[in-house]
């Protein structure tokens, strides 16, 4: 078929030529056939030509839809990973916030606050459960000379290694916490005087035989402990008065000692 229309296309134009056809009566019929065909011919071609252009103009609408959705994909991408980023952030800015306000910067242990907190809970505890507890209140002896002679920094060391020493001889159940300057509050839950003062003398003694070294010179320290048992109808911070006054007797009666404050 192919064969054939380019045959007639080729060969009408050139019968159309010959002179001497002209005078046949299909001649004029012809001619007006073949002209009506080629004006036929342009309008396809242009009707196809705009599909084309349609066609290639669709396509790149589509691809240009495609890259503007992938790059959009790519942002949101990255805002969820800057989002990530940002959530773990604010994760470790808050336990950091929560460290802070709960623990002591230089000797790593519990603060005054989280003692505060436990203590009130332990007093709860005891209204309800009627479970004794006991408090120790130590101080080191004669802090000030150590600072004195040695500088602030050793004494910083020297808090350091001492908090070290309380925190690995009282039990896990116990707090130990630092209530202030060269002044540290152990909490012992479920315990009663006898059993604080065993645990105490043995904290006592512990420090006793800590040493720290400032150039050949090997420093000791001492401290001295109240315990104060809480008992019904006090406070927490009766109970925490009491290991108070026990303390000032111990540092009364000649310091690196326990006292034991009188039930009441
Ligand atoms: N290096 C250092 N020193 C501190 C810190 N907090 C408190 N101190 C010092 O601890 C000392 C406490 O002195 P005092 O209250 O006179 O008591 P002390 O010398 O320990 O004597 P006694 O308690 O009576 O045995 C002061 O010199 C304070 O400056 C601290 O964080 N670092």
Wanted: hydrophobic share 35%; net charge negative.
């Amino acid at each position: 078929m192919k064969g054939n229309k380019e045959d007639l296309e080729a060969q009408i134009p050139r019968l159309l030529e010959q002179t001497e056809l002209q005078q046949s009566p299909l001649y004029a019929p012809l001619n007006e056939l073949w002209s009506a065909h080629q004006d036929l011919a342009r309008r396809i071609d242009r009707i196809s030509h705009i599909s084309d252009g349609f066609q290639s103009m669709a396509r790149q609408r589509e691809q240009s839809l495609t890259e503007r959705l992938n790059k959009q994909l790519r942002q949101l991408e990255k805002v969820a990973r800057i989002s990530d980023r940002y959530q773990n952030m604010m994760r470790d800015l808050n336990e950091a916030l929560r460290e802070a306000s709960t623990h002591d910067a230089l000797t790593g242990l519990g603060n005054r606050r989280l003692l505060v907190d436990r203590l009130k809970k332990e007093a709860e505890r005891f209204i309800r459960y009627q479970r004794p507890f006991s408090i120790a209140m130590l101080d080191v002896d004669h802090f000030k000379n150590i600072n004195d002679r040695y500088g602030h920094e050793v004494g910083d060391g020297a808090l350091i290694e001492l908090a070290r020493v309380l925190d690995a001889e009282i039990r896990d159940s116990d707090l130990c916490g630092r209530w202030g300057g060269e002044e540290f509050l152990i909490l012992l839950p479920e315990t009663g005087t006898a059993e604080a003062t065993l645990v105490m003398e043995r904290v006592r003694s512990a420090v006793e035989r800590l040493t720290i070294r400032v150039q050949d010179e090997s420093v000791g320290m001492t401290v001295s402990i109240g315990i104060a048992q809480h008992s019904p109808n006090n406070s927490y911070s009766d109970t925490i008065s009491q290991a108070d006054h026990a303390l000032l007797e111990a540092k009364r009666g000649g310091r690196n000692q326990l006292h034991t404050a009188t039930a009441g």
